[in-house]
Nanobody, 118 residues
């Protein structure tokens, strides 16, 4: 059974919005830093956004290429992290992966495809 499952991807027109969800199972995300990454064919996986645990202040981080357009949030009661994506551009097309990190370990989801195209 997968421990992180992403959902919410799909096809959207430029300028549109999508909200990705990442639900954890078999563990609580409370103490984990949660991050979203993305990857396109032939390129390395890149960090999109992150949010620290409540104990670390729920600090957020955004890559420059999504600042002002994407918002990461977490609901520890639901063991779910979200990525609200607005003003989407064709270059945002990628497979988006969720990551839970704590100490030297963590978990990855299998990804969800986001395609921005007219």
């Amino acid at each position: 059974q997968d421990q992180l499952v992403e959902s919410g991807g799909g096809l959207v027109q430029p300028g549109g919005s999508l909200t990705l969800s990442c639900a954890a199972s078999r563990f609580s995300i409370n103490a984990y830093t949660m991050r979203w990454y993305r990857q396109t064919p032939g390129k390395e996986r890149e960090l999109v956004a992150g949010i620290s645990s409540a104990g670390a202040g729920r600090n957020t981080y955004y890559a420059d290429f999504v600042k002002g357009r994407f918002t990461i949030s977490r609901d520890n009661a639901k063991d779910t992290v979200y990525l609200q994506m607005n003003s989407l551009k064709p270059e945002d097309t990628a497979v988006y992966y969720c990551n839970a990190a704590r100490g030297g370990g963590g978990y990855w989801g299998r990804g969800t495809q986001v395609t921005v195209s007219s």
